[in-house]
Every structure is written in C-alpha cells, then in structure tokens.
C-alpha cells in the first residue's frame, strides 16, 4: 500500500516572469552505443556496505529490512516499486486515478510548475531522518539515477520525497519504461528493483530526460569498470 509522499519545496511559483523559459518535454530516449546491461550493473551492488544508520520498510506495516548501501561513486538499496502519481496532473495521475495524489513533488522543473509522473522517469527518495539523510551522500533533486529490474535499465533523475521510514517507490514513467505495471491503487511490483544513485551528478532541468539518460549511460559504464566502451 502506497503511503502519500511529502513535499520539501513549498508550491509557490504562481507567478511566473514571462521570460521564464518553456519547460523540456521528456521524451523517450534510447542510448545509440553500447549501453550497459542490467547483469552489469546488479553484479557491481552484489554487495552492501551499509551508510544508513537503520534499514527501511518496503510499505507500512512490514518489516523494516532494507538498508541503503554505499560505494565510493554511488549509493544504492533493493526494494519494491510503489508507483508516485504525484505531481502535474494528466489523464493517467490525478485525483481520480490515484487515492494518494498531490498536485505537489519536492523539486519542481525549470518553469516551476511540478514535475510530471506520467511523462518524467523519476524516483522517491525517503525524506531526511535519523536513519539516512540523502544530502549527506551527494544527492539531491536531479539526481541521476539507474532503476534496475529484470534485464531493464531506465535511467531517470530523483524527483520526490516520501516518508521518513518507507523506501521503494518511483514515478508511473519509470515504471512503464520498466514494464512495470502503472496502476497508483495497485501497481508496482513487491521486490526485485534496484536503486542506483550516483554521488554528485545532477541535471538540470531536472525535466530534460535525454540528459539523465545521457549522464546515466556514461556514469554506469564508469561505474562498471568501463563495460560498453
């Protein structure tokens, strides 16, 4: 079951200059080299060094067992998928479609209107606690993230914060491209998602997803040891 997610940033940008420049459309990017294969990347966080003080809940009411690991380029959990309908409202996320939905993310897009669920492949970060704090380890709104599930790769950017003791959970875009099943009331998938943030590599605009697909494909195949150069 899905738990709302919480927002940071405050939605204050009903006044816009009108030299605020047009947002990007995401569109759907596919790598043109080589790319990085999903048994790539999963064989690299095969192993945990946990940087998080305690471990997670994959959904409220379940056993907190998922810790957030560390490398010295990246950090990284294994959990479920819960799908973030949150944000710009479209046909697919709204108040109808989802029972948990806020017209609100934690980052906002170049023009400051919120992100869109339904069009940008993006992630929930927990917000800070005592158990992890994602500022503290080179994170933060546009961050370029690798979602991992089965033989996928979709390459996306963090978006939103959630609840301070639940992890696992990422936009209706990013579950699509993973062939995930979209639905907000009952979608998603129980386990088998890895989460792969790099440390310090952001884009911006958050909403320009060839550039996170871009930067991602690059830092994954550093992150590797240079596979698919």
């Known amino acids: 079951m899905r738990v709302q997610s919480l927002t940071l940033a405050a939605a204050s940008a009903a ?4 030299t605020t420049p047009p ?12 790319p990085v294969s999903a048994a790539d990347l999963l064989a690299k966080v095969r192993d945990c060094t946990p940087v998080s003080r ?15 690991c560390g490398t010295r ?8 998928m819960d799908i973030d309908c949150d944000g710009r409202p479209g046909p697919r996320c709204n108040r109808r479609t989802d029972p948990y939905f806020s017209d609100s993310t934690a980052y906002a897009q170049s023009d400051g209107r919120p992100l869109s669920a339904e069009r940008l492949p993006f992630i929930v970060v927990p917000a800070p606690s005592r158990i992890w704090d994602y ?48 639905d907000p009331r009952g979608g998603g998938t129980p386990s ?10 952001r884009v911006s605009p958050i909403e320009d997803h060839a550039a996170a697909v871009t930067t991602g494909e690059r830092l994954a195949r550093q992150f590797v040891g240079g596979v698919g150069d």
């Open 192 to 201: 088998g998602v890895t989460y792969i943030v790099f440390k310090d590599a």
């Open 73 to 80: 380029d990246a950090v990284f959990w294994k959990a479920d």
């Open 23 to 34: 947002a990007v459309t995401p569109q759907p990017v596919t790598w043109r080299g080589n």
């Open 135 to 182: 500022r503290e380890h080179g994170v933060g709104g546009g961050s370029v993230v690798a979602v991992v599930h089965q033989n996928r790769v979709e390459y996306a950017v963090v978006g939103d914060t959630g609840p301070r003791d639940i992890i696992g959970e990422a936009s209706y875009a990013t579950a699509k491209a993973l062939g995930i099943r979209t």
């Open 54 to 68: 305690g471990r997670y809940r994959s959904d409220s009411g379940v056993p907190a067992n998922i810790p957030v």
């Open 15 to 18: 006044l816009l200059a009108p």
